[in-house]
């Protein structure tokens, strides 16, 4: 198996319809198929094979796939990286690997040609229309190299908030099946044309997005980055039918003034982070369209459970597993704990990772007996439905009683003022932590009223006694609030 050849199975039958488009920039299945081969053809000419590491660090344009396939077509592993990395950064991650390739966006030539001086890797830079010029010199390479089911595809370095970025090591089953079981329970087909909104350097966005759009032969039409008048403007002109978002975009469309009725999406789809239910309930009622939460990691390939459309979902809950895959909560034992216990989320199956680059012992801690060990903490209704309490280590000790952010979050997120909030604890001599809250609003409103506001629906010991507004809360270029860039100082108490 090589994920490379879901595209060629898919350009077969559908060579002259549009797999990515850009605006008025369009690329066809055959078109993306026959740059791919030229891109596999420059590769073998540069000396670039079977298991070498290539990086790629190219933002949501159409030359991403041509890269991305051409990479796994010779049998080489993709390390996608976040255009917006530093000189220091991408020093990092190319060290790390050991790639032989760093494959970048023109505009970034400058930081990537820095962060590459002292290692292994080779730069290229994509210029687009001298990139094609380019490859129509090089005759394609029509063989997909033969690779094993477990053979590494992609490389998902970690966004490095709970401190070293670890390299995920993804194999081209990992992300074949997750792909195609995406493209089955969203019931993708050739007239679907799905949002590619999510950035895709990360796994959400490459198996959600991109290889499920491929596997299914529908269109994915990209936005260089999110921004909601603009992808309310692309849906329309575009006729989305697909949009997979993480929260901050559905807030960000809810905040919208031009938003308005968006029922001719089929299919909307949360993950990346917990989607406040207030956030649920006031996007599905302007806008009338269901959105299907689900769950996943870079881990994972990424998703491992969600929810299923109609009767079968459970608005707050991140559903049920997907297909082939098991999940159950356990206590710190590892012994699975009862129906409505809290515990830690742990997954096994075909979309769990192969482990960590070069990292066995953090290998060997994560995944224990064939289970991934998530980190977040869940528990499990009498149903099957798993709901997401928090990540462990965001938990909050204040004075002996243990308070779960979310729970507080969820509370903020109720009152009509705030757009986003976020939850932390902070030290404090007599209690070991004190809870603060860190809140963006959408209209005025004093620290005392929405102090208030929370206290009066949760018990004593869990309302934030310190309350700072801010403009913007940081976000990971995936659109995680992250807590640990936030300013721990109080702002007014």
Same mark, same amino acid.
């Given at each position: ?10 350009? $077969?039958?559908? @060579? ?14 055959? @078109? ?30 159409? $030359? ?64 687009? /229309? ?36 670890? !390299? ?64 309310? $403007? ?10 997979? @978002? ?25 993950? @990346? ?19 299907? /939460?689900?769950? !996943?990691?870079? $881990? ?42 809290? !515990? ?20 060997? *801690? ?63 001599? *007599? ?40 403009? *913007? ?21």
């Amino acid at each position: 198996m090589n994920l490379a050849d879901r595209l060629l199975t898919t350009a $077969e039958r559908l @060579g002259g319809r549009a797999v990515l488009t850009l605006d008025e920039a369009e690329l066809t299945y055959g @078109g993306l198929e026959e740059l791919s081969a030229r891109l596999a053809g420059l590769l073998r000419c540069r000396g670039i094979g079977p298991g070498d590491r290539v990086a790629i660090m190219l933002p949501n344009v159409p $030359e991403f796939g041509v890269v991305y396939y051409g990479v796994l077509r010779v049998g080489a592993v993709v390390v996608p990286l976040d255009p917006l990395l530093k000189r220091r950064e991408i020093a990092a991650y190319l060290g790390d690997c050991g790639a032989r390739l760093l494959i970048a966006w023109h505009a970034f030539a400058e930081t990537a040609e820095a962060g590459s001086a002292g290692t292994k890797a080779d730069c290229f830079f994509v210029v687009p /229309e001298e990139f094609r010029r380019l490859l129509r010199q090089v005759a394609p390479d029509r063989d997909v190299a033969a690779t094993r089911d477990d053979d590494t595809a992609v490389i998902h370095y970690t966004s490095g908030t709970t401190g070293r970025p670890k !390299g995920v090591e993804l194999s081209h089953a990992n992300l074949a099946v997750n792909a195609a079981t995406v493209a089955r329970m969203h019931a993708l087909g050739v007239d679907d044309v799905v949002l590619g909104a999510l950035p895709l350097y990360h796994t959400f966005g490459q198996t959600c997005a991109l290889n499920a759009t491929v596997q299914a032969g529908a269109r994915l039409t990209l936005l260089r980055r999110f921004e909601a008048g603009r992808a309310l $403007e692309v849906i329309r002109r575009d006729g989305v039918t697909v949009f997979q @978002g993480v929260p901050t975009m559905f807030i960000a469309l809810l905040d919208h003034p031009g938003a308005s009725d968006l029922s001719m999406l089929r299919v909307c789809a949360s993950g @990346g982070a917990a989607l406040p239910l207030d956030v649920l309930r006031a996007y599905e009622t302007r806008f009338g369209c269901e959105i299907i /939460e689900g769950y !996943g990691l870079s $881990e994972t390939s990424p998703v491992a459970a969600t929810n299923r459309a109609g009767h079968h979902r459970r608005p707050g809950s991140i559903g049920w597993p997907i297909r082939g895959v098991e999940m159950k909560i356990v206590d710190e034992d590892g012994a699975e704990v009862p129906p409505g216990e809290i !515990g830690e989320v742990v997954v096994r199956g075909p979309n769990v990772m192969k482990g960590y680059w070069n990292d066995p012992s953090a290998t060997a *801690e994560a995944v224990r007996d064939g289970w991934f060990h998530t980190g977040d903490l869940g528990r499990v209704d009498e149903d099957g439905y798993f709901f997401l309490v928090d990540r462990r280590r965001d938990v909050i000790i204040r004075g002996g009683y243990t308070v779960y952010p979310r729970e507080v979050e969820e509370v903020l997120y109720e009152h009509p003022a705030v757009r986003q909030a976020a939850v932390y604890g902070v030290p404090h001599p *007599e209690l070991g932590e004190e809870i603060e809250a860190a809140v963006a609003l959408r209209a005025p409103v004093t620290r005392e009223d929405l102090r208030d506001f929370v206290k009066e629906r949760v018990a004593a010991y869990k309302y934030p006694r310190r309350l700072s507004f801010v403009d *913007e809360l940081p976000l990971s270029p995936t659109g995680k609030i992250l807590k640990r860039a936030l300013t721990r100082t109080p702002s007014g108490g």
